[in-house]
């Protein structure tokens, strides 16, 4: 709780007249549009869409009702949908960000390989999360985030951690849109795209689920699910879910590097009349044991047992993949960290037909996110950092308010948001030892607690016009508005340290108040010439805050001057196929589209290893490629398959006064690929086996030069793995009536056994303290694992 100073996290009167102007530009167009008068045809179209929206407001909401094929192929945009199927693929122990990967364009690396673990999730090339390595995390926190709709990234920081959401099997589908997307949809950062995470949705039949995996590395799972069905009205919905398992990577004096997740989700639901009201709630919590990246050959200086007061290496061999295994970390005595997510959120949703052809929408939501990071560091014998004590959080509430308008040849939605948000960076190092004596309250070494209030407004309209049929076409506009206080409390909530170490206060600068107004049109438009064929092309103009917080960067070590809104600007141009039946296949659909974005006015914040804020990188640079998704049914195999070819640099990049103008932008794979089949094989006697194989590519990739603060030039290998499953519906009798069907599956990954690596990057010697630098520090990819699952439904 802040003391002194802290303003209200309530709208100011800048910010609400903003949203006046905003829709009193829009009602009056509203207004205009509802007096045309209509002809019969057209008028009676109007009514047979009011009334399809009518019948399942909720369930076909504005982030549900996209994963279907047909309303993916009525799209005017680049986007992809997940569904159970290829989220199961990703493994009974994986959580969101695994699944991601099997869209077009989406790469995912991290230090572990369960859902427990943070990843970093590219969406082409676009990043959001964080996977356990330290350098330029070049342009993240700029994807949207959703579950049910509710945004789920910190207004403040703009990111969101994978763990968050550790269990798949609570997930109906997920939705990725690429580029800015409709006002409708859009968020505060949603520059590269966004993520929408549809959870199981209430149904009126009664039902539920347990499944029980158990697999490689010590791995567990329990999840459950329950459908309440109609009781009084209401339909809810609970499920949950529980998970543990062991690192791949082994430390030679055994440590296994443990991580366990958990998550819960309710959701209630009472349709009427003529709307339908809920109320859901969700919690995710997930926590992973972090290995340090491993260099590639040994580096003098890089031991497994850490090195002396004097920085010369404690007895024992030398860490790197070539010597101690492909495998290996540092003992735990020396480094561990235990890395801690955690989010909870509450939500309500309202849909009311008001008349013939008017519905009303809102969503309120509290979400609380917060981070742990207890951070054991002896790998120098006396270090004055010997402990880190990192927990800081966000809080934010907001309300979504809009309309959706069927009128003759045109379809609008007209509304806005508000959200609050309260962000505190507080961290602590210190080491209990003499000639310290410090602790988690009163640190001896570097430490911050500074305050964030962010404010963000928005207010929208968009039509869809449709002058002839198979034509429509979407102008849109977004009025926003940015607002942040900043308050410096180390002094405040470290008081005692601050006393003693004022130089060690990360908030170097003075309290200050920022305040941004933009306008974001786009545009998007579809012919459909053929019943099975359209066209489709879009431009959107997108802004967010660049990420605060962390050991430096603005507010903190930056002074805040001028302009620091970045921008995206995409467009888009490709087509979509869809069949419900051609020639021997089945709901078929193909799409494929050219994208093109101008990121611009980018801030970059570079770190060290060891966590010292290097400075802060500016940027403007370009990303295009072209996106290619397959999937449909032959017989009874289900195929897939998807693509991504890219290529992205910067336009101009400066750090610390020099320019690297020119060069490729990190970490954006130049391919990914991925390619599969399920198939459904009756064996007599009501058995069923499912057979499935798919394969993942991951193209070559540029690293980012820690030592030079800047991209590189140099690459990290490609890679592919092979994934094999097999599984069989056993029959209901076999469980005496009770289950509705069982299955048992054995599931492996990386069948092959490919080793790899997930990220690479050139380090300057601050992880290990080495007096050279510009060697290759990596994060190994996950080698073969196994699991088997009993899954039985009721």
Same mark, same amino acid.
């Given at each position: 709780?802040?003391?002194?100073?802290?303003?209200?996290?309530?709208?100011?009167?800048?910010?609400?007249?903003?949203?006046?102007?905003?829709?009193?530009?829009?009602?009056?167009?509203?207004?205009?549009?509802? #007096?045309?008068?209509?002809?019969?045809?057209?008028?009676?179209?109007?009514?047979?869409?009011?009334?399809?929206?009518?019948?399942?407001?909720?369930?076909?909401?504005?982030?549900?009702?996209?994963?279907?094929?047909?309303?993916?192929?009525?799209?005017?945009?680049?986007?992809?949908?997940?569904?159970?199927?290829?989220?199961?693929?990703?493994?009974?122990?994986?959580?969101?960000?695994?699944?991601?990967?099997?869209?077009?364009?989406?790469?995912?690396?991290?230090?572990?390989?369960?859902?427990?673990?943070?990843?970093?999730?590219?969406?082409?090339?676009?990043?959001?999360?964080?996977?356990?390595?330290?350098?330029?995390?070049?342009?993240?926190?700029?994807?949207?985030?959703?579950?049910?709709?509710?945004?789920?990234?910190?207004?403040?920081?703009?990111?969101?951690?994978?763990?968050?959401?550790?269990?798949?099997?609570?997930?109906?589908?997920?939705?990725?849109?690429? $580029?800015?997307?409709?006002?409708?949809?859009?968020?505060?950062?949603?520059?590269?795209?966004?993520?929408?995470?549809?959870?199981?949705?209430?149904?009126?039949?009664?039902?539920?689920?347990?499944?029980?995996?158990?697999?490689?590395?010590?791995?567990?799972?329990?999840?459950?699910?329950?459908?309440?069905?109609?009781?009084?009205?209401?339909?809810?919905?609970?499920?949950?879910?529980?998970?543990?398992?062991?690192?791949?990577?082994?430390?030679?004096?055994?440590?296994?590097?443990?991580?366990?997740?958990?998550?819960?989700?309710?959701? *209630?639901?009472?349709?009427?009349?003529?709307?339908?009201?809920?109320?859901?709630?969700?919690?995710?919590?997930?926590?992973?044991?972090?290995?340090?990246?491993?260099?590639?050959?040994?580096?003098?200086?890089?031991?497994?047992?850490?090195?002396?007061?004097?920085?010369?290496?404690?007895?024992?061999?030398?860490?790197?993949?070539?010597?101690?295994?492909?495998?290996?970390?540092?003992?735990?005595?020396?480094?561990?960290?235990?890395?801690?997510?955690? *989010?909870?959120?509450?939500?309500?949703?309202?849909?009311?037909?008001?008349?013939?052809?008017?519905?009303?929408?809102?969503?309120?939501?509290?979400?609380?996110?917060?981070?742990?990071?207890?951070?054991?560091?002896?790998?120098?014998?006396?270090?004055?950092?010997?402990?880190?004590?990192?927990?800081?959080?966000?809080?934010?509430?907001?309300?979504?308010?809009?309309?959706?308008?069927?009128?003759?040849?045109?379809?609008?939605?007209?509304?806005?948001?508000?959200?609050?948000?309260?962000?505190?960076?507080?961290?602590?190092?210190?080491?209990?030892?003499?000639?310290?004596?410090?602790?988690?309250?009163?640190?001896?070494?570097?430490?911050?607690?500074?305050?964030?209030?962010?404010?963000?407004?928005?207010?929208?309209?968009?039509? *869809?016009?449709?002058?002839?049929?198979?034509?429509?076409?979407?102008?849109?506009?977004?009025?926003?508005?940015?607002?942040?206080?900043?308050?410096?409390?180390?002094?405040?909530?470290?008081?005692?340290?601050?006393?003693?170490?004022?130089?060690?206060?990360?908030?170097?600068?003075?309290?200050?108040? *920022?305040?941004?107004?933009?306008?974001?049109?786009?545009?998007?438009?579809?012919?459909?010439?053929?019943?099975?064929?359209?066209?489709?092309?879009?431009? $959107?103009?997108?802004?967010?805050?660049?990420?605060?917080?962390?050991?430096?960067?603005?507010? +903190?070590? +930056?002074?805040?001057?001028?302009?620091?809104?970045?921008?995206?600007?995409?467009? #888009?141009?490709?087509?979509?196929?869809?069949?419900?039946?051609?020639?021997?296949?089945?709901?078929?659909?193909?799409?494929?589209?050219?994208?093109?974005?101008?990121?611009?006015?980018?801030?970059?914040?570079?770190?060290?290893?060891?966590? +010292?804020?290097?400075?802060?990188?500016?940027?403007?640079?370009?990303?295009?490629?072209?996106?290619?998704?397959?999937? $449909?049914?032959?017989?009874?195999?289900?195929?897939?398959?998807?693509?991504?070819?890219?290529?992205?640099?910067?336009?101009?990049?400066?750090?610390?006064?020099?320019?690297?103008?020119?060069?490729?932008?990190?970490?954006?794979?130049?391919?990914?690929?991925?390619?599969?089949?399920?198939?459904?094989?009756?064996?007599?006697?009501?058995?069923?086996?499912?057979?499935?194989?798919?394969?993942?590519?991951?193209?070559? +990739?540029?690293?980012?030069?820690?030592?030079?603060?800047?991209?590189?030039?140099?690459?990290?290998?490609?890679?592919?793995?092979?994934?094999?499953?097999?599984?069989?519906?056993?029959?209901?009798?076999?469980?005496?009536?009770?289950?509705?069907?069982?299955?048992?599956?054995?599931?492996?990954?990386?069948?092959?056994?490919?080793?790899?690596?997930?990220?690479?990057?050139?380090?300057?010697?601050?992880?290990?303290?080495?007096?050279?630098?510009?060697?290759?520090?990596?994060?190994?990819?996950?080698?073969?694992?196994?699991?088997?699952?009993?899954?039985?439904?009721?």
């Amino acid at each position: 709780m802040i003391r002194s100073g802290a303003r209200s996290l309530y709208p100011t009167a800048s910010h609400t007249l903003t949203v006046a102007i905003a829709l009193a530009l829009v009602i009056p167009a509203t207004v205009h549009a509802q #007096q045309v008068e209509s002809p019969a045809g057209k008028h009676a179209q109007t009514m047979q869409r009011v009334v399809v929206k009518a019948n399942a407001l909720e369930s076909a909401g504005i982030n549900v009702r996209g994963l279907s094929q047909r309303a993916i192929f009525k799209s005017a945009l680049g986007d992809k949908v997940l569904d159970k199927q290829q989220i199961a693929a990703a493994g009974p122990l994986a959580g969101a960000a695994q699944a991601l990967a099997y869209a077009p364009g989406v790469a995912v690396s991290s230090y572990g390989a369960t859902g427990s673990t943070k990843y970093m999730i590219s969406i082409n090339g676009i990043k959001t999360g964080w996977g356990g390595f330290s350098g330029g995390t070049i342009d993240n926190g700029s994807i949207a985030v959703s579950f049910d709709g509710v945004p789920m990234a910190s207004p403040a920081t703009g990111l969101w951690q994978s763990s968050q959401l550790p269990q798949n099997a609570l997930l109906e589908g997920i939705r990725v849109t690429y $580029g800015p997307g409709d006002p409708v949809d859009r968020w505060y950062n949603n520059i590269g795209g966004a993520l929408a995470f549809v959870p199981l949705q209430p149904s009126a039949q009664p039902g539920g689920q347990i499944a029980l995996s158990d697999g490689s590395y010590n791995s567990r799972n329990v999840f459950f699910s329950l459908q309440t069905g109609a009781v009084g009205g209401w339909e809810t919905v609970l499920a949950g879910g529980t998970g543990s398992a062991d690192n791949f990577r082994r430390s030679p004096d055994g440590y296994a590097w443990p991580s366990k997740n958990f998550a819960g989700y309710f959701k *209630t639901r009472k349709s009427f009349g003529n709307g339908d009201v809920s109320f859901g709630g969700y919690i995710g919590d997930g926590h992973g044991w972090r290995p340090t990246p491993i260099p590639l050959t040994p580096v003098p200086g890089i031991s497994v047992n850490g090195q002396d007061a004097n920085g010369n290496p404690n007895p024992g061999p030398l860490l790197s993949q070539q010597t101690t295994g492909y495998y290996s970390a540092l003992n735990q005595n020396v480094w561990a960290k235990d890395d801690y997510n955690r *989010t909870w959120l509450l939500y309500a949703r309202q849909n009311l037909r008001l008349d013939a052809i008017t519905t009303l929408h809102n969503l309120t939501w509290y979400r609380q996110g917060n981070r742990l990071h207890k951070h054991f560091n002896n790998y120098v014998d006396g270090a004055s950092n010997l402990y880190e004590y990192n927990n800081p959080y966000s809080k934010t509430y907001g309300d979504k308010l809009w309309a959706e308008i069927a009128l003759p040849y045109n379809d609008l939605a007209v509304g806005g948001y508000f959200l609050n948000s309260e962000y505190n960076s507080r961290n602590a190092f210190y080491s209990p030892l003499a000639p310290y004596f410090g602790s988690y309250l009163v640190p001896n070494a570097k430490f911050r607690s500074d305050y964030w209030y962010v404010t963000d407004l928005a207010a929208f309209v968009q039509d *869809t016009i449709t002058p002839v049929r198979g034509v429509s076409i979407t102008p849109g506009l977004r009025v926003v508005s940015f607002h942040t206080d900043y308050y410096p409390r180390g002094n405040v909530d470290f008081a005692q340290a601050y006393a003693l170490y004022p130089q060690n206060d990360q908030g170097k600068l003075p309290a200050a108040s *920022t305040n941004y107004d933009r306008i974001e049109p786009s545009i998007s438009a579809r012919w459909q010439p053929l019943r099975w064929l359209a066209l489709f092309g879009n431009l $959107g103009v997108a802004y967010r805050l660049p990420a605060v917080g962390g050991g430096g960067g603005l507010y +903190q070590s +930056q002074p805040v001057g001028g302009n620091i809104l970045e921008r995206g600007l995409e467009w #888009q141009a490709g087509m979509k196929m869809h069949w419900d039946y051609v020639g021997a296949f089945r709901e078929v659909l193909l799409s494929g589209n050219y994208y093109h974005l101008h990121f611009s006015n980018q801030f970059i914040g570079v770190s060290s290893g060891n966590g +010292q804020f290097l400075g802060l990188g500016t940027g403007d640079s370009n990303y295009h490629g072209v996106n290619l998704s397959a999937e $449909g049914a032959l017989g009874k195999a289900h195929l897939f398959g998807n693509a991504n070819f890219e290529q992205a640099h910067f336009n101009h990049y400066a750090f610390q006064g020099t320019n690297y103008d020119g060069l490729p932008v990190s970490y954006v794979p130049d391919t990914t690929f991925n390619a599969g089949a399920y198939y459904r094989a009756p064996m007599g006697g009501g058995i069923v086996l499912t057979p499935r194989a798919w394969y993942q590519y991951t193209g070559s +990739q540029h690293v980012f030069d820690n030592n030079l603060g800047a991209p590189s030039r140099q690459t990290m290998p490609a890679y592919g793995t092979l994934n094999l499953s097999v599984g069989a519906e056993l029959p209901r009798d076999l469980a005496g009536g009770l289950a509705h069907s069982i299955e048992l599956s054995l599931e492996m990954l990386n069948a092959l056994g490919k080793r790899y690596n997930s990220f690479e990057e050139i380090s300057s010697g601050g992880l290990y303290n080495t007096p050279t630098a510009g060697y290759v520090l990596a994060l190994p990819g996950t080698p073969r694992v196994i699991y088997g699952t009993l899954d039985v439904k009721f």
